[in-house]
Nanobody
Framework: VQLQASGGGLVQAGGSLRLSCVAS????????MGWYRQAPEKRRELVAS??????TYAVAVKGRFTISRDSAKNTVYLQMDDLKSEDTAVYYC??????????????WGQGTLVTVSS
């Protein structure tokens, strides 16, 4: 599975950006997709994920970010509104498939930088 993310950039606080990620797969069924981010000197953290049209959000972004997915195109989007300086990070696209009850295989994109200036 290859993930190609796009849409990062520089934006002023209060502005918006939309990230996109396309998954290229061969005979692999993807169950869920999402976005993680990693700020300098911090651990990578979940931003939002979606599986079976059910989204999950980190508390820090709930109400400001919206995740959506076009399963037919294997594409996931992250609409980011009311951006804050603390949203500055490298954003990574994630896709995963579930095997049985306990196994999960994760796939990662290359990351796209989002910089929010105050």
């Amino acid at each position: 599975v290859q993930l190609q993310a796009s849409g990062g950039g520089l934006v002023q606080a209060g502005g918006s950006l939309r990230l996109s990620c396309v998954a290229s797969t061969t005979n692999i069924n993807i169950n869920g997709m999402g976005w993680y981010r990693q700020a300098p000197e911090k651990r990578r953290e979940l931003v939002a994920s979606i599986i079976r049209d059910e989204p999950t959000y980190a508390v820090a972004v709930k109400g400001r970010f919206t995740i959506s997915r076009d399963s037919a195109k294997n594409t996931v989007y992250l609409q980011m509104d009311d951006l804050k300086s603390e949203d500055t990070a490298v954003y990574y696209c994630n896709a995963y498939r579930l095997v049985g009850q306990t196994m999960r295989y994760d796939y990662w994109g290359q990351g796209t930088l989002v910089t929010v200036s105050s």
